[in-house]
């Protein structure tokens, strides 16, 4: 099963939710994420941070969803809705849902309060994916129960 974390940029947290994801999934399932506007480049503190956490930075980089590697299976946009960001739409007959997360890269203040907005991003996009890793993929009888179990973690927060 591949799992596609996608936002506009690409640099901060669909790479923190890429790679919590790989860190914590059992084999048959991975993360790949991208951007529809990708900045290029993985933010500094994205790198400080998974580092920080002891999760493996090599390979993540900043990439369009025009050239992916594999096709997913379902798709979470994690753009947070409240910063008034456009969450792209991906393009493609997948399972979809919504985990909305305030985009650290845009906190201004001192390195502490950046830091922490960091730290937020990564506990919320961790709990959400540990839920999402106890999901009994099996049980669902259909796809709208699945997508309605996905938008519900997307509700968790800290």
Request: hydrophobic share 45%; charged share 20%.
């Amino acid at each position: 099963m591949n799992i596609l974390f996608l936002c506009t940029g690409n640099s901060c947290r669909s790479i923190l939710a890429e790679a919590i994801f790989n860190a914590l999934a059992p084999a048959g399932m991975h993360a790949i994420s991208a951007g529809s506007k990708p900045t290029g480049e993985v933010h500094p503190r994205t790198i400080a941070l998974l580092k920080q956490k002891s999760i493996a930075t090599a390979g993540y980089y900043s990439k369009s969803w025009d050239n992916l590697p594999v096709t997913p299976d379902i798709v979470i946009t994690v753009c947070g809705n409240a910063a008034g960001e456009t969450c792209p739409a991906y393009l493609g007959k997948v399972t979809r849902a919504h985990w909305g997360v305030e985009d650290p890269a845009k906190v201004r203040g001192t390195d502490a309060e950046i830091d922490a907005a960091f730290e937020n991003a990564y506990l919320i996009l961790r709990k959400r994916i540990e839920a999402f890793l106890k999901l009994g993929f099996a049980t669902f009888k259909t796809q709208e129960e699945l997508v309605q179990q996905l938008e519900q973690i997307g509700l968790l927060c800290l």
